[in-house]
């Protein structure tokens, strides 16, 4: 006996270390598409079943999933969506179910009423075909129109909150309308369940009346509990271990009663979750307490649970095909036919209207576990089940890219951040940078910089701080995240020491799960001149130039920099390595703004292959054209050296703070992706430094043709 159970919890952990392993290998790829992690999670899912694994490899799969190991992963994975279920039960704020006016009621009840309407439509059709005779037609009517009518209310927060369109009127539309159709959905459900439990009329009568009992009990006893409760934990030391075990115990309390009743114990989870309030932070604490393990341990479960039950071999015949493709398609025309027209009738564009209803048409985890209740109570078949998992999957996965034609990057960008008008034409022309802060630490050298850049203050020059926040898979997360709020403490130091300096800096702040892309549109929408990044040092590769600084550096249509800050605060004496690439320009023409706006002296370091080439005598007279004028705070210094990067690592070991570099293999900075090679440079030199890319997409001395007159080269030169 000892040796089976053993034997069955080794199983177990095998179970879950695969299932957890493989949905999170193919999240990437997911991610990669653009596509929400719940997508890898239901492939992963089917993969395991008899779809691919029991197809390709069936002893494979009966090893790992062998049918005595079924019943407890069905258990567990049970628990998994109680969890979840009451998660998604805080997350939905009452706040959103009013106050939104007309058309959020037109809308959101339309995108309930069509598919309803087609998918009971359908079940005529589908009945004879996929359905025993032992099922009763009413069960199978009202169970096919909810299953159509199904909003997946998470999904479609993750996706707005990255797209950024959770603050917009579409998306405030849409996740007010998602919100009304989880509630009224999930009571459709728990009404079509009752049903199909009850033997006889009597028996549905007292499931209905034993549900207004229940409901009533829990908005008019439970929910005033929670209340104080939530004034307590905000009042005191938070959520304690004594809190969250109170709470578990009437979750569970309120699954096991509703499903005593007969109308599920998901829906008690449900329940449970939306009467806890939402102000004071209990349902905040609750969420950060269980999300990851509801989320990442037992829900994957779930998902694979529903996969070992999906068959895509059970559509062997074109008839089956054409049955599945007639189901997507009225699927798709239910909610997102009925959710834009209904939009566009209320006053919205169609570009919004139709935005909206690509929305609503995302169905994701919730049509899942609707499916699943179905199949377990006999309602649906095993066949049209795989239907229902495909046409889930095909609304989903359409979402992210159909949303992206209505609504282009470049259209959300200029939605996010509105457009720096050009000033008029002056001595100088406007110069904007724009920092990208990722961290603390990062901000303070970028402004001591940017003020060195700028100089005094003045309508032409602008200073932007970007922090970009990377999205969770936390739902709490997207419903409940403030931007600005997040980026706070990231940007404080930086603006703390832009307000010691006399700058007015402009911190912006949004969602993003592209980074590089992101700043590029953001760099782009606000003209600026230069983007500065700041470094970190990378988990895998050693190359700091890789990653989003390499993209940034790849897309970008502007001069980039990479501030390496090794505790910048003033910028007296710069140092610029310089052979003739367009990026050792783009240096100089930093170093030009430098000179020119702040008390700076240059030293160009100009590297030769040996002495007395030639080289330099070329390079003096563009030098000395980019540094007109005399007052002797240039200096022009050639070095003979076979190595260009030992020449610069040696000249900035003499006291410099700054050193200007443009990317190149000859300074030992190239970037690239992934590398095995550091940069010497970055890594050994004792300053901080500027690593610079010249735009492809601007002239070669853009840069360094929009400044005034400043002093010129001194005759003081070193060759050594």
């Given at each position: 006996m000892h040796a089976v159970s053993h034997n069955a919890l080794t199983l177990l952990i095998v179970q879950f270390?695969?299932?957890?392993?493989?949905?999170?290998?193919?999240?990437?790829?997911?991610?990669?598409?653009?596509?929400?992690?719940?997508?890898?999670?239901?492939?992963?899912?089917?993969?395991?079943?008899?779809?691919?694994?029991?197809?390709?490899?069936?002893?494979?799969?009966?090893?790992?999933?062998?049918?005595?190991?079924?019943?407890?992963?069905?258990?567990?994975?049970?628990?998994?969506?109680?969890?979840?279920?009451?998660?998604?039960?805080?997350?939905?704020?009452?706040?959103?179910?009013?106050?939104?006016?007309?058309?959020?009621?037109?809308?959101?009840?339309?995108?309930?009423?069509?598919?309803?309407?087609?998918?009971?439509?359908?079940?005529?059709?589908?009945?004879?075909?996929?359905?025993?005779?032992?099922?009763?037609?009413?069960?199978?009517?009202?169970?096919?129109?909810?299953?159509?009518?199904?909003?997946?209310?998470?999904?479609?927060?993750?996706?707005?909150?990255?797209?950024?369109?959770?603050?917009?009127?579409?998306?405030?539309?849409?996740?007010?309308?998602?919100?009304?159709?989880?509630?009224?959905?999930?009571?459709?459900?728990?009404?079509?369940?009752?049903?199909?439990?009850?033997?006889?009329?009597?028996?549905?009568?007292?499931?209905?009346?034993?549900?207004?009992?229940?409901?009533?009990?829990?908005?008019?006893?439970v929910r005033p509990f929670l209340a104080r409760l939530g004034a307590r934990v905000a009042n005191k030391e938070g959520l304690n271990q004594n809190g969250v075990a109170l709470t578990l115990m009437m979750l569970l309390a309120s699954a096991w009663a509703t499903e005593l009743i007969g109308i599920h114990a998901l829906f008690g989870a449900f329940m449970m979750g939306s009467v806890i309030p939402k102000e004071g932070g209990l349902a905040q604490a609750l969420a950060e307490k269980l999300e990851d393990v509801a989320v990442v341990l037992l829900l994957p479960l779930f998902f694979a649970f529903s996969g070992l039950r999906t068959e895509i071999g059970l559509l062997s015949t074109g008839d089956h095909w054409v049955m599945c493709g007639v189901i997507i398609l009225l699927a798709c025309l239910g909610k997102f036919g009925g959710s834009a027209v209904a939009a566009r009738l209320t006053g919205m564009r169609w570009r919004e209207a139709g935005a909206l209803g690509i929305l609503m048409n995302t169905r994701g985890l919730m049509e899942l576990i609707v499916l699943n209740i179905g199949l377990d109570l006999g309602v649906i078949s095993p066949t049209l089940f795989t239907m229902m998992v495909v046409m889930a999957l095909v609304t989903t996965f359409m979402t992210t890219p159909l949303l992206r034609w209505i609504y282009p990057p470049e259209e959300m960008a200029r939605d996010q951040v509105s457009f720096t008008p050009e000033a008029p034409l002056a001595e100088a022309p406007p110069f904007t940078v724009l920092m990208c802060v990722s961290h603390e630490q990062a901000g303070a050298g970028m402004v001591t910089l940017g003020r060195a850049l700028l100089g005094t203050p003045s309508p032409s020059s602008q200073l932007y701080a970007l922090h970009l926040i990377r999205p969770t898979e936390r739902a709490s997360f997207h419903l409940r995240h403030d931007p600005e709020k997040a980026s706070g403490n990231t940007l404080a130091p930086l603006l703390g020491r832009a307000s010691t300096l006399g700058l007015e800096v402009r911190p912006l702040s949004f969602v993003s799960a592209e980074p590089g892309l992101d700043i590029c549109r953001t760099a782009e929408a606000k003209q600026a001149s230069l983007i500065l990044l700041?470094?970190?040092?990378?988990?895998?590769?050693?190359?700091?130039?890789?990653?989003?600084?390499?993209?940034?550096?790849?897309?970008?249509?502007?001069?980039?920099?990479?501030?390496?800050?090794?505790?910048?605060?003033?910028?007296?004496?710069?140092?610029?390595?310089?052979?003739?690439?367009?990026?050792?320009?783009?240096?100089?023409?930093?170093?030009?703004?430098?000179?020119?706006?702040?008390?700076?002296?240059?030293?160009?370091?100009?590297?030769?292959?040996?002495?007395?080439?030639?080289?330099?005598?070329?390079?003096?007279?563009?030098?000395?054209?980019?540094?007109?004028?005399?007052?002797?705070?240039?200096?022009?210094?050639?070095?003979?050296?076979?190595?260009?990067?030992?020449?610069?690592?040696?000249?900035?070991?003499?006291?410099?703070?700054?050193?200007?570099?443009?990317?190149?293999?000859?300074?030992?900075?190239?970037?690239?992706?992934?590398?095995?090679?550091?940069?010497?440079?970055?890594?050994?030199?004792?300053?901080?430094?500027?690593?610079?890319?010249?735009?492809?997409?601007?002239?070669?001395?853009?840069?360094?043709?929009?400044?005034?007159?400043?002093?010129?080269?001194?005759?003081?030169?070193?060759?050594?």
């Open positions: 270390i695969v299932i957890i392993g493989l949905s999170r290998l193919i999240g990437r790829g997911a991610r990669w598409l653009g596509q929400p992690l719940v997508i890898a999670e239901v492939l992963a899912g089917i993969f395991l079943g008899p779809s691919l694994l029991g197809w390709l490899a069936p002893e494979a799969m009966e090893w790992l999933f062998p049918a005595s190991s079924m019943s407890a992963l069905k258990m567990l994975s049970q628990v998994g969506l109680i969890l979840f279920m009451f998660l998604i039960g805080l997350e939905l704020d009452p706040k959103l179910l009013k106050g939104r006016g007309h058309a959020s009621v037109v809308i959101s009840h339309t995108s309930i009423i069509v598919p309803f309407g087609l998918g009971a439509g359908a079940a005529l059709w589908l009945y004879p075909r996929l359905s025993e005779p032992s099922v009763p037609f009413s069960s199978f009517v009202l169970f096919m129109g909810v299953a159509m009518s199904i909003t997946a209310f998470p999904v479609l927060a993750r996706i707005l909150t990255e797209r950024r369109l959770l603050g917009s009127k579409v998306g405030a539309m849409t996740i007010t309308c998602a919100a009304v159709d989880d509630v009224t959905a999930w009571c459709l459900l728990a009404f079509v369940v009752s049903i199909v439990r009850a033997s006889d009329l009597m028996h549905a009568g007292l499931t209905t009346l034993f549900a207004m009992l229940y409901i009533a009990f829990m908005l008019g006893v700041g470094w970190h040092k990378p988990l895998f590769s050693r190359t700091m130039l890789g990653g989003t600084v390499h993209e940034v550096m790849q897309e970008a249509g502007t001069d980039v920099a990479v501030l390496v800050d090794r505790g910048l605060e003033n910028v007296r004496r710069v140092l610029v390595p310089f052979i003739g690439s367009p990026h050792d320009r783009a240096a100089l023409g930093l170093a030009r703004r430098l000179l020119q706006h702040s008390a700076a002296e240059v030293t160009v370091l100009h590297v030769t292959q040996s002495e007395g080439t030639r080289e330099h005598t070329s390079t003096r007279p563009l030098v000395e054209e980019l540094f007109p004028g005399g007052s002797g705070r240039v200096h022009f210094k050639v070095v003979a050296h076979d190595s260009p990067e030992d020449a610069a690592l040696e000249e900035c070991r003499h006291g410099y703070d700054l050193v200007v570099a443009g990317v190149g293999a000859e300074w030992g900075l190239e970037d690239q992706l992934f590398g095995l090679r550091g940069e010497r440079l970055l890594r050994e030199a004792p300053t901080s430094l500027l690593i610079v890319r010249h735009s492809a997409a601007a002239p070669a001395a853009e840069a360094t043709s929009r400044t005034e007159a400043v002093p010129s080269l001194s005759a003081g030169n070193a060759a050594s």
